[in-house]
Each structure stands twice: as C-alpha cells, then as structure tokens.
Nanobody, 128 residues
C-alpha cells in the first residue's frame, strides 16, 4: 500500500519561507504523478503543484514564481519549497500521488480529486 507522510508545516509571517517534505513508500514512480494539494477553511481543495514520473513540473497560477516542487528518487521524498508566503497560502497541505490519466499537469491541478493517495496533511499558517 502507498503511504505518504508530510512534515515541515508551521507558522510564519508574511514574506517568510517554509519547506514541506513528504516521505513516500509503497509505490513505484513509473507512471505516477506526485504533488501537493491544499485546503483552506471554507474553501475547496486546490492543486498546488504536480510533477510527473519524468520530472516535469506544473504549478497553480497563484503560486508560480514562489513555490518550487521537487522530488528525490534516491530518498523517496517529495519537497515543496515555499517562499514569499502570503496569508492566502494558509491551509492544510497534503502530499498526493498515484497513477492518473491526465492530458497534463496543469489540467491535473484543476482536478485534484483524481489523485488516489493522500497524506495526512500538515498545517501552514501565514500571518500578516
């Protein structure tokens, strides 16, 4: 079975940075998509970043230029480096993975429900 465990969340002031990490196990990266999703109070789940098995990345327009998604296959980890954080970034962040039929990462981010596996989530709070 697939297990995803996030870490690195916390509280930070606007303009600060945080790095989220996801330890993954129980899956083969081939044909898999991995990425990050988030959900703020009263809001729908939003796709933040995705990366395919070949390493191609996609980002939500709201985080482009500020967030960087990467993976380390040797360590079986996924990371999300977040900089220039804004209060609007406050949310529970989830690591996600799975085999997904999609025309591309940008499309997948608009349909985050297609990710079959989710982690437990890590809270990110950005204060003004």
């Amino acid at each position: 079975q697939v297990q995803l465990v996030e870490s690195g969340g916390g509280s930070v002031q606007a303009g600060g940075s945080l790095r989220l990490s996801c330890a993954a196990s129980g899956y083969t990266d081939s044909n898999y998509w991995t990425g990050w999703l988030r959900q703020a109070p009263g809001k729908e789940r939003e796709g933040v970043a995705a990366i395919d098995s070949a390493g191609s990345t996609s980002y939500a327009e709201s985080v482009k230029g500020r967030f960087t998604n990467s993976k380390d296959n040797t360590k079986n980890t996924l990371s999300l480096q977040m900089t220039s954080l804004k209060p609007e970034d406050t949310a529970m962040y989830y690591c996600a993975a799975g085999v997904v039929c999609t025309p591309g990462g940008s499309w997948l981010l608009s349909h985050p429900e297609l990710f079959p596996y989710w982690g437990q989530g890590t809270q990110v709070t950005v204060s003004s």
